[in-house]
């Protein structure tokens, strides 16, 4: 039996890898958020990722919006601790992370 350490069915470690098995046109969903809030020609002051996962999608966003904060949060601790590793040293006072929820 595997253990997971979150609530999808691959662990944190793997998810980035393993997603797109899951959910087809996985990055196509960050790619069209990011397009759909560029074409509505806004450029919001603060961005709240609930269910972040490993923060791929804040990597991809931090470029586009780069006047914007982002604020973590995921219910899984190991994928909290994913993302904070993935965006260390990135956009520093621009990312925060809540605890787990």
């Known amino acids: ?14 998810y980035d890898s393993q997603i797109s098995r899951t959910i087809p046109y996985y990055a196509s969903f960050h790619r069209e ?43 899984s601790k190991e994928m909290l601790s994913t993302a904070e590793k993935k965006l260390e040293g990135t956009a520093r006072g621009r990312i925060s992370f809540l605890k787990p929820a």
């Open 33 to 75: 958020t990011i397009n759909l809030i560029n074409a509505m020609q806004l450029q919001p002051s603060s961005w709240l990722d609930t269910g972040c996962g490993t923060g791929t999608f804040v990597q991809k966003a931090l470029v586009t919006f780069p006047d914007t904060r982002f604020v973590l949060s995921d219910p």
């Open 1 to 14: 039996m595997i253990n997971f350490d979150n609530t999808t069915p691959h662990l944190a470690g793997n």
